[in-house]
Structures are given as C-alpha cells and as structure tokens.
C-alpha cells in the first residue's frame, strides 16, 4: 500500500474506531444461518445421530468408553491421512497413491531397522517392543517420512511440472510405488515390535499414542489450512489458479509442497501402521485412498478446489467407522456398511452442491 | 511520486519532454498463428487519465498483460519511467507499483473479499499465520475510503457477489496497491449507473494522487468524459492519439474503425 493510502486509511481508521465499523465488518451470521449454510454441521449431526441410534440399540455394547476408544484407534491412521489428503484436494487435485505412501512408510521404516545392527547379534526390526530405543524409533520414523517425501515429491512433480492430470499422475505413483515397496521386500511382509509403544503406549493416561497422534495431527491439520498463509493459498491456488498466479503466488511449488504433505502424511500414516499392526503389508491397504478420498469428501471439502474443512475430514472418518462397528454390534450384515457409505457420501456431495449453486451468482 | 505539471502539454502526437510513467515501444505477441499485437505502443503519464480503446481483438486485453508481467513479448520494450524492465511475472509489475484489473477480474471465487484484496500480501502473526480480523478491517476500511459499493459480509465468498460487487472487489484491491500506475481494463463494464459513477469518480481519485491511470473501455462518452488522453488501438497496433478536446465520438468511431488515423504505424 501506498504511504498516502496507508495514512488515509489510518485516518479513516481512527475515525472509525469508536462507532460501528466493527460491527458493519463482522457481522456475526446468527448461529442458525451458520448451521444451514455448512454442510459440516448436517454431517456432524448425521454422525451424532448415528452416534446416538446405535447406542439407544445396543445399549452396554456400543456407547461405551472402550468401544468408543477402541474405534478412535481403528480410525488414527486413516485420520492422519485424510488430513494430508484435504490440502491435495483443496487445490482441486486428487491423491490415488495414497496406499504407496503407506506402504512405502511401513517399508522404509522397516528396512532402516533391519539394518541397525543390536548389540548381541541381530538387528532392531527383531527387538521386542519393551527393548526398543528411541534411537529405533526416530530412525525408523525418519525412514517413513522420507518414503512420504520421496512419493509426494514425484507426484507434485509431474502434476504441477509437467502438468499431468492429478488423476493419471498419481495412479502412476500407485502402480510404481507398490512396485517399489515388493521389490524391496522381495514380496514378502516382514514383522517387527520394535515400534509397538508407538501405538500402545500413553503419553497422557487413559488416551492410546495413536489416539493423541491423531489429534495432534488434525490440529496441525487444522491451524495450517484455516489460519496459516500457506492454507490460504492452497485454497486460492484450488479455487483460481490463474488468479493466484496473477497475484504472483508461486503456484507450482505451492502445488509441489502440498503433494508433498500429502506424501508425508501417508509415509507417516505407514509408519503408524507398522507400529499398530507389527507388520508391513504389502498388498495391503488397497483401499485407503478411496476411503481418504470419502471421508474428506463426506467432510464438506470440494473435489473441486477452493473449500475445505479440517474438522469436516475428521467427521468423514468417523461416519464410516461408526456404521462399520455399529453393524456389526447390532447384528446387522457389516456388508450393509459398503452402501450406506455410498449412499450418505452421494447426498452429502449433492446436498454441498445444491447449497453452492444457490449461493454463486456465476 | 512524481506530481503533474498542469501547463506541460502531454498530447499527441508530439508528446513533449515528459517522462511516460509507463511506455510500451513495438510490442509484439502472437499466440501461436495470431498476432496479437503487430507492433504496439503506448504512453500513460502520472496523474492522468489515459484512455485505451479500440475494437473487439484489438489486441487491448494483451497489451496490458503485456505491460503487467502476464505476457512476456516477444519484441519491444517495456519503460517505466523512462528505464526499460523486463517483468516475467505480476510480481515483478506490482513491486514497480503496477497494479491491474484484469478483464475476467482474477478473483478467488471461493475466498472472501478481503482475502482476496490480501492475496498473495496477507498481514501476518506469528509470521505464518493470516491475521484476519486487521485484514477485513483494512479491506472495509478502504472499501469506504475508496467509495467502492459496499459489499454486504466480508466473510461469504465473492462468488455469491453481484457482477458489479466482484468489480469493485477487483478495483478495490487494484487502487489499495497501485503505487505508480493503476490499469484497469474495462472495469465499468459489468456496472449499473450508480456503480459506473462510482468508478469515474474513483478514477479521478486515484490520478489526483498522482498516479498514471490506464483505463479501457468500449463506452466513448464516457472515455472522453474521463480521459486526459486517449489512444486508438486496430488490429494490433496504435493508429491514433488524442489530447482531451481534440477527439468526439465520431473521431473516435473514425479511428477504431480505420478510416482515421494521425499515427504511422511500425
Ligand atoms: N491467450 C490467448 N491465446 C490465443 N489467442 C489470444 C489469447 N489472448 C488473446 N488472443 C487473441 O489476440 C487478439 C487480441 O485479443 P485481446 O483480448 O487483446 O483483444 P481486446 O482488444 O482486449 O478485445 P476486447 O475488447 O474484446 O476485450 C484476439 O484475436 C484474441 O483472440
Ligand atoms: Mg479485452
């Protein structure tokens, strides 16, 4: 801003200060018309309704603390990568290599360990978990973060570089990565505790590792898109990129580091896995990028670019969950879970949509 | 700033000893097998009007990318205050005080107004963090400074704006940066009555600070009502410039069309 703008508009500013130009800036939408108009709200209370259903059901069974722990460890993993999914495809892209980045995380981590030689013979990847090191640890969550760098890299590269369609680019890094990940372990799973109090142990008492994890990284998740200038051009970048472009924001490498968060949230989410299940998969986790994809979608996020919502992605993991587990508790075919997602993430989207075209004038 | 001399006569075609704040000289851009632009040049002065007009495909819409680092030509130079730059990106024009509001407005349609006033210059806490409540109070602040059309609630997206509102969101953030020369191309051209008014009015604001202002448009009474100068663009290339009074409508109409022309062009 110019020096004479900026003096007018402190001028302007004073004037203001003591009379309404607070209130004409912010007015608050009343709490009503904040609930209408976002969608996370219809879906935070599809879930509290779910949530409240199957409690009233099986009622000691499904309600419980424990049952309810126990879903908030079944859901931190896929949590911790859908957050890292929401900046993909905020900027309009998509994430298909997402079970690569596990896997690659689970790999890496495991092949670090297996070449940390122990003292009286053998390698870290054959300790037992109460003899692990933090040394083990962090090597091994280095090994998985790099993994994630390493796939997010490649695929901010061809998107933004050579411009391939998100879609196409990164099911490439699918095929490739989980090619890279049964090449380096020659096709075979290879188990290890040394990471168990990863996952099992309690930092704060009463809350798994992986739980508190999880938090962490929603807030981190949360703070880096709707408060930090990094989340705000991710959305501008999503929602106009030629308009970022003509305010001179560095779209490539913008676009470049957000495929690379989405990469690091799966090498870490793989890094979790190994942890929680003492484990890799490869061949496994087949399904996690669709449903990354379906819970950041059910979370009010558009595929489109431009919006997302941190804690929406938070509900999206959950409603799935809680229809899988709630199914089964209730005797219901867990099969029945599969359509009612399909079901709930179709209206969701529509009903996103509906509310968008109402509300652009375009 | 540099302040104008009233008594300079800065007319055409002889432009007197004057330094052009922003000069265009035989630019040339072709996209593929159009040329769309055969040798363009132009002068805007500080604290003027300068008018660009010319027919559909004249070529209007590029030279100004070309004069705010969109486009890089692929002949001629650039001047601005008489010292040729070379600008590969907007950045590069805004860190010269070139500021522009571009024919399809390159708003985020998705962010609020003043996020999009801020974009790429966002007021920062804790040096990563936006801070948000002191942007929504520049940007409606200097809405009202500006006399740009209020919009209702700074926090929707200028997606659910009126035509008119996301135009004056464009002009908005144009006008808060500008420090040297403000373009705006067509910017009255989604706009009512009321709102044209207000952009004129906003157009002599901005050049009695001084500032050189490129302004587009299709409508004449209004150009030579607002225009200190005006200068013809056809199929590319300058043909024609006029100091206010010396041009009317049917001069005008004259020159977009061919039949008139006081320029050799290159
Ligand atoms: N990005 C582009 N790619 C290809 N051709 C282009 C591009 N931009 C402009 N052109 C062509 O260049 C010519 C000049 O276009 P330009 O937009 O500069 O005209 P204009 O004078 O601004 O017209 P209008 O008054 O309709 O806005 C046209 O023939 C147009 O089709
Ligand atoms: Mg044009």
Redesign the interface.
Known sequence: ??D??KA??EA??EA?KSSD??A????R?SLLRRLATTPVWITLAFLLVLIVVFSVLAPGKFGTASNLSLLAQNVAILTVVSVGTTFVIATAGIDLSIPSGIILGEVFAAQVLGHIPVAGGGTAIDIAGENTTAFYILAALAASLFAGFLLGAVNGFVVAYMRIPPMLATLGTLGGGLGVGLLLQKGVNVATYALNPVATGHLIPGISNLVLIAVVVVVVGY?GMH????G??T??V???E????????RVRRHLLKVYIIGGVASGFGGFLSLAYFSTTSVGGHTTDNLQAITAVALGGT?LF???AVVLGTLIGVWIPAVLQNGFIIVGVNPYWQLIAVGVVLIIAVWIDQLR?RG???? | ?TSTDPSMNPGAPATGSRVAALEARSIVKSFGTVRALRGASFEAYPGEVTALVGDNGAGKSTLIKAMSG?YSPDAGEILVDGNAVRMS???DA?GL?IE?V?Q????????DAA??VF????L?RLR???D??EM???T???F??LGVG?VQ?????V????GGQRQSVAIARAA????HVIIMDEPTAALGVIQTGKVLELIDTVRA?GLAVVFVSHNLPEVLQVADRIEVMRLGARVARFRRGEADVDRLIASISGAYANEVTA
Not at chain 2, 104 to 111: C, E, K, R
């Open positions: 801003m110019t004479s703008t007018a508009l302007e500013l203001e130009v607070t004409n800036v912010e007015p939408p703070v408060m930090s200038v990094f705000r051009h959305l501008a999503g929602s106009n030629e308009a970022a472009r003509r305010v001179g924001l558009s670019g431009g919006v968008r509300q652009n004038r375009r | 700033m969109v990106n907007p950045l805004a005080g522009t571009y399809d407005l390159a708003l985020a349609p998705d962010l996020a999009n974009l790429g210059r966002e920062r990563f963090l936006t948000q409540a929504r109070r520049q409606a602040a200097s009202k400074m209020l609630d700074l926090r929707v997206p997606a659910s704006f009126s808060m940066w500008a420090s600070r």
